[in-house]
């Protein structure tokens, strides 16, 4: 009878060239503290100044989720003080955001849910804090990275829902092209925040959960603190707003911090920034630019190529994979393309953890093979063998093939020659065929098809086999 009620705070790195406010290099994995500079340190006296791409960025986004771009907005300063914070605040956007009032799909389990985006607001990432038995060090290329933190309504109830939601918000941005989007690596970070109220009352007080590093982590922390909040009403006690660190080996949670409240981070307008004006031509212009996303692709795939639907949802699952298939798709057989696709090259991904568009086997070479087969050139075998080398290796389709002598056998001249003699040599399986053995006719079929070291193709073998038993009734 209680339910759980959930918004979500997901952040994204911004893939951008630089960092939010100074020209360094935002880039991920380099040498410890080679990327920063005297505004990212937060050194006196050194100013910021707004990296447009990322403003661009941070709208597309708002217009990729539905939301009401705001003409002009604003940073201003959050204050606290931690040692992975060059400055003494974080720069965000406090009062005025850049994006509200948003709306996202998402389906689960055949069904069509929504959920509200609250806002959209740009900030700058902190540094890292590493570790160690001799001490911390602390790692500055992160400060001043950009962020997006897209705010959800709190209208979320379910684990399945919020991963559901969490799945379309990390495709939509990857579609983007925007963000990296690994919650492994910290490019897609969430906090959940969750109460648990009887639903005809008001909302309860919630918690927020921090430390969240995979969709199954979300899913366990919002079943385990649904639990212990349903627990601690039903003991007679008060859930306190506060932020929990989920542990997901153990599966427990535990309290970081009691919440800070509004006042406690004394946010007041950057005054080193000037407030942004963003102008209707300027959204039009990033709308227009927005990709097809990828329910809809997916909608368009099947009915133009003819595809099935759940082929269409893996293809587009992976925005570069859609391409790569619509390229595919151009040159050859459609739903050939989306099988191969979808059947062989997304396990030779995973088993290589190469990505498609970065193996050798480009569009045209999986079109040249895929053709080679539909025009019985190659066996299905040989067209699959094919692909998987030139997934590894840069060989050319055809000199492979030759090489390695194997095109199949097409002539007609030559299998019925071959035919002539396996039938004229077999007469005591003509006569089983003549009397209705079915079993002799395929003994016919394989003995022609040995004859030809095995490279005939069946197809023409079973033709010229069946013609000739036809033709000759008393062979
Ligand atoms: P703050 O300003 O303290 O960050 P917000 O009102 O902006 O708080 O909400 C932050 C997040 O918490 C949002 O994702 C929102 O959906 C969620 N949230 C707000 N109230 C509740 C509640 N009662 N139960 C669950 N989640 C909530
Ligand atoms: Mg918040
Ligand atoms: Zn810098």
């Given at each position: ?9 997901v ?10 406010f ?18 990212c340190l937060?050194?006196?006296g ?13 709208i ?26 060059p ?7 406090a ?27 740009l900030e ?38 919020t ?8 495709l ?5 092209g ?13 906090d ?16 927020e ?8 982590a ?15 009403i039903?003991?007679?006690g ?16 535990t309290v970081?911090?009691?919440?800070e ?8 307008p ?69 099988n ?23 569009a ?30 840069p ?25 002539r ?13 003549r ?12 003995e ?23 033709s000759?009734k008393?062979?």
């Amino acid at each position: 009878m209680y339910q759980a009620v959930i918004g979500v705070e997901v952040h994204f790195e911004l893939s951008t060239e630089t960092k939010l406010f100074c020209r360094c290099r935002n880039s991920f994995g380099e040498a410890e503290n080679t990327l920063c500079c005297p505004v990212c340190l937060g050194l006196p006296g050194a100013l910021p100044v707004i990296n447009s791409r990322a403003v661009e960025y941070a709208i597309s986004v708002g217009l990729a989720l539905g939301c009401r771009v705001n003409s002009s907005t604003r940073f201003d300063r959050k204050s606290y003080f931690y040692p992975d914070m060059p400055n003494e605040y974080q720069t965000t956007q406090a009062f005025i955001p850049i994006c509200v009032d948003g709306c996202v799909e998402y389906e689960l389990d055949g069904e069509v849910k929504s959920v509200g985006i609250h806002e959209i607001h740009l900030e700058d990432d902190a540094g890292k804090l590493i570790h160690s038995d001799n001490g911390t060090r602390i790692n500055y290329n992160r400060a001043g990275v950009p962020l997006i933190e897209i705010v959800t309504e709190p209208e979320l109830h379910t684990a399945e829902e919020t991963v559901a939601f969490l799945e379309e918000l990390r495709l939509r941005m990857s579609y983007l092209g925007i963000s990296d989007c690994k919650m492994q690596e910290g490019s897609m970070r969430v906090d959940v925040n969750l109460s648990v109220h009887k639903p005809d009352q008001p909302l309860g007080t919630r918690t927020e959960i921090k430390n969240l590093n995979s969709f199954r982590a979300v899913a366990n922390a919002i079943k385990n603190e649904t639990q212990r909040q349903i627990k601690v009403i039903e003991n007679g006690g008060t859930v306190i707003q506060e932020t929990r660190r989920f542990d997901d080996v153990k599966g427990v949670s535990t309290v970081m911090r009691s919440k800070e409240t509004h006042e406690d981070y004394r946010f007041f307008p950057e005054p080193n920034l000037p407030p942004m004006y963003i102008t209707d031509a300027q959204i039009d212009h990033i709308r227009t630019n927005l990709p097809e996303f990828a329910s809809k692709r997916q909608k368009r795939l099947c009915t133009y190529y003819g595809i099935s639907s759940a082929d269409a949802k893996i293809i587009t699952a992976d925005r570069l994979v859609a391409d790569y298939f619509e390229a595919v798709a151009s040159l050859c057989d459609q739903r050939e393309a989306a099988n191969r696709i979808v059947r062989d090259l997304m396990q030779k991904q995973r088993e290589t953890k190469i990505h498609i568009t970065e193996s050798h086997l480009t569009a045209e070479k999986l079109a040249e093979i895929i053709n080679l087969f539909v025009s019985d050139r190659i066996s299905r075998r040989t067209s699959r063998e094919v692909a998987d080398v030139a997934f590894c290796e840069p060989i050319d389709v055809s000199d492979y093939i030759e090489k390695n002598g194997l095109f199949q056998i097409t002539d007609e001249q030559v299998i019925s020659d071959a035919a002539r003699s396996v039938i004229s040599e077999n007469a005591a399986v003509v006569n089983d065929y003549r009397n209705g053995k079915s079993a002799a006719f395929s003994y016919l079929v394989g003995e022609t098809i040995k004859r030809l070291n095995g490279r005939a193709s069946p197809q023409i073998v079973n033709k010229m086999v069946d013609l000739m038993l036809k033709s000759n009734k008393n062979l």
